[in-house]
């Protein structure tokens, strides 16, 4: 399975962008993540979903600003970010896995198989 991460850019606070991350190659049961890396910092998670969409999980630092999506007929998750603030900036990564991940693994950048190459995200104050 191969990542392609895309959306990335150059916004202003309080901007939005969505960032996709499309899926070639089989996949199934496939378990979907996004993170991040700021320069100088360790990578740190930021959302994921699980194959049906159902259950949906956020770092606490994007919760009610981004939000996490997948079209499975396009193999392609997607993350909407909106009000967004210079502390968002960094290189951003999709990440999956064939199958499921606990959800006290979800946060764990190990537990996920694939990577897509990042797309990095600025914003302006």
């Known amino acids: 399975v191969q990542l392609q991460a895309s959306g990335g850019g150059l916004v202003q606070a309080g901007d939005s962008l969505r960032l996709s991350c499309a899926a070639s190659?089989?996949?199934?049961?496939?378990?979907g993540g996004w993170f991040r890396q700021a320069p100088g910092k360790e990578r740190e998670f930021v959302s994921a979903i699980r194959s049906s969409g159902s259950s949906i999980y956020y770092a606490d630092s994007v919760k009610g600003r981004f939000t996490i999506s997948r079209d499975n007929a396009k193999n392609t998750v997607y993350l909407q970010m909106n009000n967004l603030k210079p502390e968002d900036t960094a290189v951003y990564y999709c990440?999956?896995?064939?199958?499921?991940?606990?959800?006290?693994?979800?946060?764990?950048?190990?537990?996920?198989?694939?990577w897509g190459q990042g797309t990095l995200v600025t914003v302006s104050s």
């Open positions: 190659g089989r996949t199934f049961s496939y378990t």
């Open positions: 990440a999956g896995k064939n199958g499921r991940i606990i959800t006290s693994e979800l946060g764990r950048a190990g537990a996920y198989d694939y």
